[in-house]
């Protein structure tokens, strides 16, 4: 804008020269046109000056509320699964159902009267997307049962910065990527406070069945396995396809949820739920949604007796659905809105604007928890307070130590900038979260604006973010946090 009207000043200018008198003496509309230009002038700066602070607003206003929606994102992504404790198979199918529809009230229009999905987006093979879904499904189920049987909304938050070093490992394996000093500390740092959070669960641990925190641990961790593979597959998969980000979040959800109903199998023992009761425990699951219980304390001997005789659960879980429809819509309005704000700053703004809001969201979120208010709220133990710390410094050495010391070192040399700024790279990312939305931005195609050595540091990031990784967004995938696009929800 502020270069069109920057055009038209120059054109009134050439239009408007002074004209001289032979004698030196400037005319009366030489005057005038002087005059004329540098009114001109200062209205292209002035329109300048309040394009860029509308701009500034904007991501402000943007930023806070990926602040606050990526915190509510990743609250009720645990609160969801506790009045549904007794049907997380449900829950994972429900959730990744809800994104067909809404992405293809999109996509369907747009395909019949728009242009952003082009032929070459439509002419990539179904088969992709089936493998793209079929990772995002093993993640989601895995992560799904985990946050449900954690039941430790801030243990859950913590553990999904697993996905930093995990993803560092799978991307050295199957992507040709060199990474920093400093995302090698950064990455055993996280580890570090990983294992100082879990410590006091290796020396008193859980063994009920199935709240044992060290197995479902173990499941949140290696569910960041299928959903980075899913990351590296699209990057290797659709290399420089130019593709709308809902249009492939609406085919990866559809296989995803057609994954969903084969990996019932393994998963219904996992969750306490015999193969042939299994019909029984979905038509629950969904009464449930309902806010109808089906467990109860005074009836439905059968099924009490049945999960009471699984090894994997002495105990009963009483339903109690009363919350169960308002917290699963809740968490699926934050999830949407969540990653359409996720595009928009990236779009409009700064990658390294979306990795502080993320980086933000894990303090946040973690104390969220403890307020006497919150559903199985918990207070932090010191080992808490002191990995939640030490994970906070480890992702502020990742995602932030190399950038803001090139750019550090640009200012005190006053150096002019000749390459992309670090804290100005945008359209780079490719996300998610998960049940969420996917972006995807070719290495070869940005690498030809943009250097080759940039490109593969943003990529690393996104290999290592859970909200922008497939699979739920859980803390993720919720939105690595960070960034976390995945196929579906994007949680970290």
């Given at each position: 804008?502020?270069?069109?009207?920057?055009?038209?000043?120059?054109?009134?200018?050439?239009?408007?020269?002074?004209?001289?008198?032979?004698?030196?003496?400037?005319?009366?509309?030489?005057?005038?046109?002087?005059?004329?230009?540098?009114?001109?002038?200062?209205?292209?700066?002035?329109?300048?000056?309040?394009?860029?602070?509308?701009?500034?607003?904007?991501?402000?206003?943007?930023?806070?509320?990926?602040?606050?929606?990526?915190?509510?994102?990743?609250?009720?992504?645990?609160?969801?699964?506790?009045?549904?404790?007794?049907?997380?198979?449900?829950?994972?199918?429900?959730?990744?159902?809800?994104?067909?529809?809404?992405?293809?009230?999109?996509?369907?229009?747009?395909?019949k009267y728009g242009t952003l999905i082009t032929p070459e987006a439509l002419?990539?093979?179904?088969?992709?997307?089936?493998?793209?879904?079929?990772?995002?499904?093993?993640?989601?189920?895995?992560?799904?049962?985990?946050?449900?049987?954690?039941?430790?909304?801030?243990?859950?938050?913590?553990?999904?910065?697993?996905?930093?070093?995990?993803?560092?490992?799978?991307?050295?394996?199957?992507?040709?990527?060199?990474?920093?000093?400093?995302?090698?500390?950064?990455?055993?740092?996280?580890?570090?406070?990983?294992?100082?959070?879990?410590?006091?669960?290796?020396?008193?641990?859980?063994?009920?069945?199935?709240?044992?925190?060290?197995?479902?641990?173990?499941?949140?961790?290696?569910?960041?396995?299928?959903?980075?593979?899913?990351?590296?597959?699209?990057?290797?998969?659709?290399?420089?396809?130019?593709?709308?980000?809902?249009?492939?979040?609406?085919?990866?959800?559809?296989?995803?949820?057609?994954?969903?109903?084969?990996?019932?199998?393994?998963?219904?023992?996992?969750?306490?739920?015999?193969?042939?009761?299994?019909?029984?425990?979905?038509?629950?699951?969904?009464?449930?949604?309902?806010?109808?219980?089906?467990?109860?304390?005074?009836?439905?001997s059968t099924e009490v007796a049945r999960m009471t005789?699984?090894?994997?659960?002495?105990?009963?879980?009483?339903?109690?659905?009363?919350?169960?429809?308002?917290?699963?819509?809740?968490?699926?309005?934050?999830?949407?809105?969540?990653?359409?704000?996720?595009?928009?700053?990236?779009?409009?703004?700064?990658?390294?604007?979306?990795?502080?809001?993320?980086?933000?969201?894990?303090?946040?979120?973690?104390?969220?928890?403890?307020?006497?208010?919150?559903?199985?709220?918990?207070?932090?133990?010191?080992?808490?307070?002191?990995?939640?710390?030490?994970?906070?410094?480890?992702?502020?050495?990742?995602?932030?130590?190399?950038?803001?010391?090139?750019?550090?070192?640009?200012?005190?040399?006053?150096?002019?900038?000749?390459?992309?700024?670090?804290?100005?790279?945008?359209?780079?990312?490719?996300?998610?979260?998960?049940?969420?939305?996917?972006?995807?931005?070719?290495?070869?195609?940005?690498?030809?604006?943009?250097?080759?050595?940039?490109?593969?540091?943003?990529?690393?990031?996104?290999?290592?973010?859970?909200?922008?990784?497939?699979?739920?967004?859980?803390?993720?995938?919720?939105?690595?946090?960070?960034?976390?696009?995945?196929?579906?929800?994007?949680?970290?």
């Amino acid at each position: 804008m502020a270069s069109r009207g920057g055009s038209r000043g120059s054109r009134d200018a050439s239009a408007e020269t002074p004209l001289i008198d032979p004698t030196g003496a400037d005319t009366e509309a030489g005057r005038s046109g002087s005059v004329n230009t540098a009114g001109a002038g200062k209205k292209v700066d002035a329109a300048a000056k309040a394009e860029e602070a509308s701009r500034s607003r904007a991501l402000i206003i943007s930023f806070l509320a990926m602040v606050l929606v990526g915190l509510g994102n990743k609250v009720f992504q645990v609160l969801e699964v506790i009045p549904m404790y007794n049907y997380p198979l449900f829950v994972n199918l429900f959730t990744t159902l809800i994104y067909i529809p809404v992405s293809w009230a999109y996509i369907t229009p747009m395909i019949k009267y728009g242009t952003l999905i082009t032929p070459e987006a439509l002419a990539v093979p179904k088969k992709t997307f089936a493998v793209m879904g079929l990772l995002d499904s093993v993640a989601g189920i895995m992560q799904t049962l985990s946050v449900t049987f954690i039941q430790n909304g801030t243990l859950v938050i913590l553990l999904s910065q697993s996905a930093i070093p995990l993803s560092m490992i799978i991307t050295k394996i199957f992507m040709p990527v060199k990474y920093k000093i400093s995302q090698y500390v950064g990455a055993l740092v996280v580890i570090g406070g990983l294992i100082v959070v879990l410590l006091p669960t290796f020396q008193h641990p859980d063994s009920k069945g199935g709240n044992n925190v060290i197995l479902w641990g173990a499941v949140m961790v290696l569910s960041c396995v299928p959903m980075c593979l899913s990351s590296v597959y699209k990057e290797k998969a659709l290399g420089e396809t130019e593709i709308d980000a809902v249009y492939l979040n609406g085919w990866v959800a559809f296989f995803q949820f057609l994954a969903s109903f084969p990996l019932l199998i393994p998963s219904a023992p996992a969750s306490n739920v015999a193969f042939k009761d299994l019909p029984q425990n979905l038509w629950d699951g969904a009464r449930c949604l309902a806010g109808i219980n089906t467990i109860t304390a005074a009836g439905n001997s059968t099924e009490v007796a049945r999960m009471t005789a699984n090894m994997m659960s002495p105990s009963v879980h009483i339903d109690d659905c009363s919350m169960g429809p308002t917290f699963v819509a809740v968490y699926l309005a934050f999830n949407v809105s969540y990653n359409v704000l996720i595009i928009l700053i990236l779009k409009y703004g700064s990658s390294n604007l979306l990795w502080l809001a993320m980086t933000i969201m894990v303090p946040m979120s973690s104390v969220a928890f403890t307020f006497k208010f919150m559903p199985n709220s918990k207070p932090l133990a010191p080992t808490d307070i002191a990995g939640l710390l030490i994970i906070l410094g480890g992702l502020i050495i990742y995602r932030f130590f190399s950038p803001l010391r090139r750019l550090i070192g640009r200012r005190m040399r006053s150096v002019r900038d000749t390459e992309p700024d670090d804290l100005e790279a945008v359209e780079s990312m490719m996300a998610t979260p998960t049940r969420g939305t996917t972006i995807h931005t070719t290495r070869k195609a940005h690498a030809r604006k943009h250097s080759k050595e940039f490109t593969e540091e943003q990529y690393r990031l996104i290999y290592s973010t859970p909200e922008l990784q497939p699979g739920r967004g859980r803390p993720q995938a919720s939105t690595p946090d960070g960034m976390a696009a995945p196929h579906r929800r994007s949680d970290a």
